[in-house]
């Protein structure tokens, strides 16, 4: 019963997903670049780098303004 409703929806998928990939840029660009994501280590690298940053960032944000906060 369930690898029936799996395979159901599924194919439902495949049957909204091949048109929009023929006939979308955006989902042909997206696809593009999270093949390119996905296959190249030094860009992967990159981005975990950034995102690593980023959220560094913005942790340290947040922790500046409660202890200016705590003392204003």
């Known amino acids: 019963m369930l690898h029936k409703i799996a ?3 599924e ?3 495949w049957k ?3 048109p ?3 006939r979308s840029k955006a989902v ?3 696809i593009r670049t999270a093949y ?3 296959t190249d280590p030094l860009l992967k690298k990159d981005i975990a780098l950034s995102i690593a940053i980023s959220g ?3 942790a340290f944000s947040v ?3 409660s202890l200016m906060m705590l003392f204003v």
């Open 11 to 13: 194919l439902a998928f």
């Open 20 to 22: 929009l990939m023929t």
């Open 16 to 18: 909204l997903a091949i």
């Open 28 to 30: 042909r660009a997206f």
């Open 36 to 38: 390119k994501i996905n």
């Open 56 to 58: 560094a960032g913005f």
């Open 63 to 65: 922790a500046v303004f």
């Open 7 to 9: 395979e159901t929806l």
